[in-house]
């Protein structure tokens, strides 16, 4: 099973991510994004004015993306995949996709009002905030992730941490049994 956390830059998808890992027996974590950033590191300075300003439009991190989530995500143990996806192409091209194979994937959109990610960038500590390449994302976000089925979204904005990991683990145990009852413990929880 694939446990996708989706949702703004800023909404808690890396902090809810990592508790999960941490309360799902044998669960591991797949971040996409640093597939991203090794893409633009590997990209020569030279052809950057090229690129799509933002490593998801590239069909490569798409593909890759997908291909990883497959193969990680077709074991018995929960894979959880935070990463924001709010473009309906890219959303095809990887939860989509994913779907269409067969995979059990339980996507979630974590939502806020956007002062309150805006705020959440700026403690971050990053120099992130309502007009950075981050913020400047989050309405647009919002906008999209926000027209997904109930079942597929949790408003955080009034939520700690803790009670949003609750809400997600009450979601999950609902969807599927298999989730909370997997006891192997055959393997090591792994970050990918």
């Given at each position: ?23 799902l027996?044998?669960?591991r ?12 590191r ?9 690129w ?7 069909r ?5 993306t ?44 974590l939502?806020a ?36 089925p109930?079942?597929?979204?949790l ?15 009450g ?22």
């Amino acid at each position: 099973m694939i446990i996708w956390i989706n949702g703004p830059f800023g909404v808690g998808k890396t902090t809810l991510s990592q508790a999960l890992v941490q309360r799902l027996p044998q669960a591991r974590l797949y971040d996409p994004e640093v597939l991203g950033r090794w893409i633009l590191r590997l990209t020569p300075r030279p052809l950057w004015p090229l690129w799509p300003n933002d490593y998801q439009n590239l069909r490569l991190w798409q593909r890759t993306t997908y291909l990883s989530a497959r193969w990680r995500g077709a074991g018995p143990h929960a894979l959880i995949v935070p990463m924001s996806v709010y473009r309906p192409q890219v959303f095809a091209r990887t939860i989509g996709a994913l779907r269409a194979d067969g995979l059990e994937v339980r996507h979630l959109a974590l939502l806020a009002p956007p002062e309150v990610i805006w705020q959440r960038l700026e403690r971050r500590g990053r120099g992130e905030h309502r007009y950075s390449w981050t913020g400047a994302r989050v309405e647009e976000a919002l906008a999209w992730l926000s027209a997904l089925p109930p079942e597929e979204r949790l408003e955080t904005g009034n939520l700690g941490p803790g009670e949003v990991l609750e809400a997600v683990l009450g979601r999950l145990n609902t969807a599927s049994r298999t989730v909370l009852d997997s006891r192997d413990t055959d393997l090591p929880p792994a970050v990918l």
